[in-house]
Structures are given as structure tokens and as C-alpha cells.
């Protein structure tokens, strides 16, 4: 399913982000290939979340580059050359949040339509048609006309799933989509998740789940401060954790 014989997806190099005088991002180099899905682990603050931000445009940063499918990001860009290209980017890429962020006043086949209308142009009947396919493969057929606060946690984080592939991105992120749930909602959550690796979606997902990281990832990329330590097969990793760091994490994570 890993498409080798194309440019990756993405592609970022060396890319350093600072708040202030705190270096957040230290120089992350790493790619991720048509059909890959990669996740990403690591300690608590050690700038997962800020990385995700970073890729779809939400943070700008000092250093390096970012190559989404051919639309590339510099470091340190001007607004005036940065603002037109951030369109694009978020053209490629669906994000998925920990909490949700569906739009509270429309149902769920409303949140879904959205952006396909207002920024793909779609018809409403296309959109309509779409949406209702998406929402039908994340298991809510019979959800279509419910408004977000009378859908479970594992519900709403499906929904928010289908809309963000119903703008058909380039590479998912996916910011610990199942920490804010219950142990059975995480699973449902999970199974849309690994449905999607298995279909081929290329996908970046941060989490704290080793089952899902264990379930869906080509390949794991443990990340310390600010960059990644180690990266590999999930199972590699698991079964011989190289650094030092690692093994404190799996430990922590109650994997040894
Ligand atoms: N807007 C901001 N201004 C200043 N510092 C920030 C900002 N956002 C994040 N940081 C800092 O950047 C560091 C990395 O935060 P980030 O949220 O990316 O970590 P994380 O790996 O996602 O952690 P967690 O696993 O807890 O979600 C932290 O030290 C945090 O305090
Ligand atoms: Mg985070």
C-alpha cells in the first residue's frame, strides 16, 4: 500500500519552531509517504501538538520547510508571501482534534457538508450525497439529522472524522483523537481509524494509545524534545526501544 515511487506526501526538513526564547520544535526532518500512516508518541510537552499545528498552518515557524504534495512552506516566510500560500495548505491536509471542534448549530450531516460547499463549490445535492457516504462508513447512517450535543464523545469524533475527509486530503493528522473518550467510545474511534489505514489513507497520528499505534502505524516516531528520537516499525520499537528515553516512555505508557 506504501507508494515508494512517488514524492512523499509530506515532506518536512528541518523545521524549528520557537516560542519566544523556547524552542519547541528543534529540527524535525521526517516524511511520510502516499499510504503511510505514521505516529507519532511521546512525552507530555515534548511539541507533538505544536508539530500538527505547524502542518496545517495554525503556527508558523522560524526554521526549515514543510512540502505538502508540492505545496511548500518556508520557515521565517513573510505574511505577505506566507497568507496566500496557507489556502493551499490546508487544502491537503483534514485535521481531527481531541475535542471534537464540530459546529455546535448543525447536525451532523451539516458539519460534514460544509466545507465541501463553501470551499470545494460542490452542490448541495453533491455534497449531500458525499457526506452521506462518509457518514455511513464511520458507522452513523441512522445520525445524519442529530445535532452534535445528542451524539456520544465516540459519535461526535466520528462525525469530525468524515468531515475532514469529505474535503479528500492529501494526509489526515489526527491530534490524540481518542483521549478525551471512554474506553469503548476509544474503540470505536480506533476501528474508523484503522478502516481508514487499511483503505489507504495516508495519515499522521498523535497519540498516547500504543494499541493504536501498535493497530495502525507503518511506522512509529517516538518524539522528545522537540524532535523525533527514534523511528521504526511500531513493533521494532516496542521490542528493542534503542534509547534510553524510549524505554522510559513505553514504560510509562505500560508497555514494559
Ligand atoms: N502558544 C504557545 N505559547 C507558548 N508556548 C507554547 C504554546 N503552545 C505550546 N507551547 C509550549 O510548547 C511545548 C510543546 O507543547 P505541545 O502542546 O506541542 O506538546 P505535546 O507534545 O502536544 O504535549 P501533550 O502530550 O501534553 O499534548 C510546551 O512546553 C508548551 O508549553
Ligand atoms: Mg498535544
Known amino acids: 500500500m506504501i507508494d515508494n515511487d512517488h514524492p512523499p506526501a509530506l515532506a518536512v526538513r528541518s523545521l524549528v519552531k520557537r516560542f519566544g526564547d523556547h524552542v519547541v520544535l528543534s529540527g524535525v526532518t521526517l516524511e511520510v509517504r502516499r499510504g503511510e500512516v505514521c505516529v507519532i508518541v511521546g512525552p507530555s510537552g515534548g511539541g507533538k501538538t505544536t508539530f500538527l499545528r505547524c502542518l496545517n498552518g495554525l503556527e508558523d515557524f522560524q526554521e526549515g520547510e514543510i512540502d505538502l504534495a508540492?505545496?511548500?512552506?518556508?520557515?521565517?516566510?513573510?505574511?505577505?508571501?506566507?497568507?496566500?500560500?496557507?489556502?493551499?495548505?490546508?487544502?491537503?491536509?483534514?485535521?481531527?482534534?481531541?475535542?471534537f471542534n464540530l459546529f455546535p448549530h448543525r447536525?451532523?450531516?451539516?458539519?460534514?457538508?460544509?466545507?465541501?460547499?463553501?470551499?470545494?463549490g460542490y452542490s448541495r445535492e453533491r455534497a449531500t450525497a458525499e457526506a452521506a457516504t462518509l457518514l455511513e462508513r464511520v458507522g452513523l447512517k441512522d445520525k445524519l439529522h442529530q445535532m452534535p450535543d445528542t451524539?456520544?464523545?465516540?459519535?461526535?469524533?466520528?462525525?469530525?472524522?468524515a468531515r475532514a475527509l469529505a474535503m479528500k486530503p492529501q494526509v489526515m493528522l489526527f491530534d490524540e483523537p481518542t483521549s478525551a473518550l471512554d474506553p469503548r467510545m476509544a474503540g470505536e474511534v480506533e476501528a474508523v481509524i484503522a478502516d481508514l489505514a487499511a483503505s489507504g489513507q495516508t495519515m499522521l497520528v498523535v497519540t498516547h494509545s500504543l494499541r493504536l499505534a501498535r493497530r495502525t502505524a507503518h511506522?512509529?516516531?517516538?518524539?522528545?524534545?522537540?524532535?523525533p528520537l527514534e523511528s521504526g516499525p511500531p513493533q521494532q520499537i516496542f521490542d528493542a526501544p534503542r534509547h534510553e528515553a524510549t524505554r522510559r516512555f513505553l514504560h510509562e505508557a505500560g508497555e514494559k
Open 107 to 120: 447536525t451532523a450531516l451539516g458539519n460534514v457538508i460544509e466545507a465541501p460547499m463553501h470551499v470545494l
Open 70 to 99: 508540492g505545496v511548500k512552506l518556508r520557515g521565517g516566510l513573510p505574511p505577505t508571501e506566507r497568507t496566500p500560500l496557507l489556502a493551499q495548505v490546508r487544502r491537503q491536509v483534514g485535521m481531527v482534534f481531541q475535542q
Open 151 to 161: 451524539l456520544s464523545g465516540g459519535q461526535q469524533q466520528r462525525v469530525a472524522i
Open 219 to 227: 511506522t512509529l516516531h517516538v518524539f522528545e524534545n522537540g524532535q
